[in-house]
T-cell receptor, first 115, second 113 residues
């Protein structure tokens, strides 16, 4: 079982460059999420998608765009990378409200450095 | 705005000792999650607490939820080295159980032999 797969695992960008982080899940989950993790700040939600074709902003959406291509895939795009976007990015998915809970399954993470 | 705060942020303890991690949150919620993260790894779900007074236990870890106090605790009993990790609590920010979680800062636990 692959679960949630993120690519790339590591990326170094120069300020102003663009890139897309890819995420795919094979668990038939409806909801998908992008979080970023910075030291001492826990994880912060960037964007969320409840279903194919729908997206919603999270806590820190500025500088990012997302696309829910289909039920399996949810991509995160940085149009013009800034050093403040240096972080570890996690994609997650959930099946929605199983027994009242919404447990997220996380990918392995993508470490992005912006110089 | 929902805020989630954990304390302590760093905990160094001896094997065999007991300790408690605290998670406070600022608005009403009856869904609280605990996750574990090993260094350089992803997050793994530990517990889901869905109502006031809920208690879950697995091995040496026990989590509880007091929704009136807006407080969850993660109690570690007789710590062992394998429990060394960072522990996060998270609260669902949406009224409709969206899974849009707000995370605490994390508590890094270091268990020394």
């Amino acid at each position: 079982n692959a679960g949630v797969t993120q690519t790339p695992k590591f990326q170094v960008l120069k300020t102003g460059q663009s890139m897309t982080l890819q995420c795919a899940q094979d668990m038939n989950h409806n909801s998908m999420y992008w979080y970023r993790q910075d030291p001492g700040m826990g994880l912060r939600l960037i964007y969320y998608s409840a279903s194919e074709g729908t997206t919603d902003k999270g806590e820190v959406p500025n500088g990012y765009n997302v696309s829910r291509l289909n039920k399996r895939e949810f991509s995160l795009r940085l149009e013009s990378a800034a050093p403040s976007q240096t972080s570890v990015y996690f994609c997650a998915s959930s099946r929605d409200r199983v027994a009242g809970a919404n447990v997220l399954t996380f990918g392995a993470g993508s470490r992005l450095t912006v110089l | 705005e929902l805020k989630v705060e954990q304390n302590p942020l760093f905990l160094s303890m001896q094997e065999g000792k007991n300790y408690t991690i605290y998670c406070n949150y600022s608005t009403t919620s009856d869904r609280l999650y605990w996750y574990r993260q090993d260094p350089g790894k992803s997050l793994e779900s530990l517990f889901v607490l869905l109502s006031n007074g809920a208690v879950k236990q697995e091995g040496r870890l026990m989590a509880s939820l007091d929704t009136k106090a807006r407080l969850s605790t993660l109690h570690i009993t007789a710590a062992v080295h394998d429990l060394s990790a960072t522990y996060f609590c998270a609260v669902d920010s949406g009224s409709s159980n969206t899974g849009k979680l707000i995370f605490g800062q994390g508590t890094t636990l270091q268990v020394k032999p």
